[in-house]
């Protein structure tokens, strides 16, 4: 497929003008987010919507139930029984507005591409769940987030 042909499968500019676009900017949980996870967030579905690309964060902060029904059903390799898990702050799932998580692996590679892009530019050392063996690609999280865990004030939602 190569990746102009991924961009032009994702590219939907009618969308980043609807009201249901605005919407989704808004869903994620925010707050308790590490300020470097929500600057990359906001500069990543910038990034994107300047391509026309509509990409909006699913998660950014997630509450111990639903990390425990994730980890029970396998969607999660990180059991909330320790106390620390990336979406408690230090990681964000990024989707598109209309495909959701069905893109293909070239559409995610150009995604993985855009997000190391931003990451790089503004120094913000963020890991892409793409590149692992736990295939993951709409997961962007800081590096060594379990370090940052112990000197940042998690939410204890």
């Known amino acids: 497929?190569?990746?102009?042909?991924?961009?032009?499968?994702?590219?939907?500019?009618?969308?980043?003008?609807?009201?249901?676009?605005?919407?989704?900017?808004?869903?994620?949980?925010?707050?308790?987010?590490?300020?470097?996870?929500?600057?990359?967030?906001?500069?990543?579905?910038?990034?994107?919507?300047?391509?026309?690309?509509?990409?909006?964060?699913?998660?950014?902060?997630?509450g111990a139930a639903h990390q425990a029904e994730l980890f029970r059903t396998g969607m999660s390799k990180d059991s909330?029984?320790?106390?620390?898990?990336?979406?408690?702050?230090?990681a964000v799932d990024l989707i598109h507005s209309v495909k959701g998580w069905n893109l293909n692996s070239e559409e995610w590679r150009l995604i993985g591409h855009l997000g190391k892009e931003v990451s790089d530019q503004m120094g913000l050392s963020m890991e892409w769940g793409g590149d692992w063996k736990f295939y993951d690609p709409a997961h962007w999280q800081l590096r060594k987030w379990r370090d940052l865990a112990r000197e940042y004030p998690w939410p204890t939602k």
């Open 80 to 90: 909330p029984d320790d106390g620390l898990w990336p979406h408690r702050g230090c």
């Open 1 to 62: 497929m190569g990746l102009p042909l991924a961009l032009a499968a994702l590219v939907d500019r009618p969308f980043l003008e609807t009201e249901r676009y605005a919407e989704q900017q808004r869903r994620a949980v925010r707050e308790g987010a590490h300020p470097k996870v929500l600057k990359f967030t906001d500069a990543f579905v910038r990034r994107c919507k300047r391509v026309g690309i509509p990409m909006f964060a699913h998660c950014i902060v997630r």
